[in-house]
């Protein structure tokens, strides 16, 4: 346990063989059929174990997080592919961490493979083992994601409606968006004169991302994989090939289009602002041509657009939009204006989008390769605080891009902090809702845990910058 590998490594495992018992899951599936695990799962002191275990295993795995970031810091080398690897392996096959949102996923699919259209309709259409484990609030819902997830799902679910089977699928993806964010961060990196190694370490090997990215299977993964190899991709010169993939990534999920606004600050690095305008509108341009096809071609069209409010069904804490919006509203009602009310929610929604898209147009005409990282971090960063609905892996989508900007002390402490928090109290989610006793006992072994760990944050000491020079935009960027 001194090596952080093991460390690391013990952690995700104790982590897996956890999730056997707090997981949701559908009962018909193999994991509620285990001897041991099975029946744990179906009493609360069973339950409460798991979690005990599980807040434990993610307590090991940011623990050896933060020793080998002291490691990188202080110049030492560490092979952190390699522990990314390991880290990750044990909870390929697990069900789906922390959120149901993958069993929406595979019903989708199979929505899709049925003939429906799932931006008309919900998985409640569908009947059986395949919607067994799907959250009830989304049952009626239509799908709010882009046609790229539907449609693999489709494919898949031609071959199997096994809801397990189908999970692990869509998996296959989040895995496939870490291992393009493992190709694009250093070459980000390398091109903004931030030290390689550092960045992996704060991206790759976060235990956030592994845990809510391959652990949780969410396809936000596979969007800011896409997203950032854009960006990459873009530093090569092959800016219309960059356009495209960024075009992609907004085919995952709408906000991994805003890598479009680095697109265009390569291709007119020091440009005024009228040219600059005019690559984004190119690079914009291309992007949405591109999400349109993928829709046409794919037969799953473009009716995602009218579905994009469904998350904001759930009033999110992480939201500042939303904590604002549910305090008036909370006012108005303690007044006795049931109307105002109802209606205070939704306008500070709005005010927050617009000021979101507002700061997202002024940070369209930033100048440098590390301003434009920076640029982008910070809208996909507006989008999650402003926006409707916000969860705590959201927080991932602006990680890579403020982790390649030449980030200060304050940012890298601030962004290691955030990771720490969200990865250890991610079992605080909604498979607790209503469970009183899991909640405030998973809040007290989160509390015990993170403090020790936050406490070691003073040890970290900013990146050392690679004293390389930044990299024109039509020469290829080394892997570093």
């Known amino acids: 346990m001194r090596s952080p590998m093991v460390r690391g490594l013990v952690g995700s495992v104790v982590v897996a063989l956890a999730s056997l018992v707090t997981s949701v899951v559908p009962p018909s599936s193999w994991v509620a059929a285990l001897p041991i695990t099975g029946d744990l799962r179906h009493s609360l002191p069973g339950r409460m174990v798991g979690l005990t275990f599980m807040v434990a295993g993610l307590g090991l795995m940011a623990w050896a997080w933060l020793t080998v970031g002291r490691q990188v810091m202080t110049g030492q080398r560490a092979p952190l592919l390699r522990m990314a690897a390991y880290w990750s392996a044990p909870l390929l096959l697990i069900p789906p961490l922390f959120s149901r949102d993958a069993w929406s996923y595979a019903a989708q699919g199979a929505l899709v493979a049925e003939g429906y259209n799932p931006y008309d309709v919900g998985p409640g259409v569908l009947s059986g083992h395949i919607v067994e484990a799907v959250d009830p609030m989304w049952m009626q819902t239509p799908a709010p994601y882009g046609p790229l997830p539907l449609a693999y799902g489709g494919l898949v679910a031609h071959l199997t409606m096994d809801p397990y089977l189908l999970m692990l699928a869509h998996r296959l993806l989040a895995v496939l968006g870490i291992v393009l964010i493992a190709w694009a961060v250093p070459r980000l990196a390398t091109a903004c004169r931030v030290d390689p190694t550092f960045a992996t370490w704060l991206v790759v090997l976060n235990p956030m991302l592994i845990t809510h990215g391959i652990g949780a299977a969410h396809n936000d993964v596979l969007m800011l994989g896409l997203a950032s190899s854009a960006f990459a991709l873009a530093l090569t010169g092959r800016w219309g090939t960059a356009a495209v993939v960024a ?83 909370g006012v108005l009602q303690w007044l006795g204006d049931d109307s105002a009310a109802q209606q205070a929610l939704q306008i500070v929604r709005l005010v927050g989008m617009v000021v979101a898209v507002s700061l997202i147009a002024a940070l369209s005409l930033r100048s440098s390769i590390h301003h434009a990282a920076r640029a982008v971090g910070i809208a996909l960063l507006a989008v999650v605080l402003l926006g409707p609905s916000a969860h705590d892996w959201y927080f991932l989508w602006c990680l890579p891009f403020l982790a390649v900007a030449r980030p200060g002390r304050r940012l890298i402490t601030t962004m290691t902090a955030v990771s720490l928090i969200f990865t250890i109290a991610a079992p605080l989610n909604s498979s607790l809702r209503g469970a009183t006793i899991p909640i405030l006992t998973t809040t007290a072994l989160v509390i015990a845990s993170v403090l020790p760990l936050l406490n070691h944050l003073r040890t970290l000491h900013p990146a050392r910058k690679v004293a390389t020079a930044e990299v024109p935009p039509s020469s290829p960027v080394t892997a570093g």
């Open 247 to 329: 075009g992609a990534a907004a085919a995952v999920k709408l906000p991994g289009g805003l890598v479009v606004i680095a697109i265009a600050a390569v291709m007119s690095p020091l440009a005024g602002r009228a040219l600059r305008f005019a690559s984004l509108v190119i690079a914009g341009a291309v992007s949405v041509l591109t999400l349109v096809t993928i829709g046409e071609l794919t037969g799953v069209g473009s009716g995602w657009m009218g579905a994009l409010d469904v998350p904001g069904l759930v009033r999110s804490p992480f939201s500042i939009a939303n904590l604002i919006g549910m305090a008036a509203s």
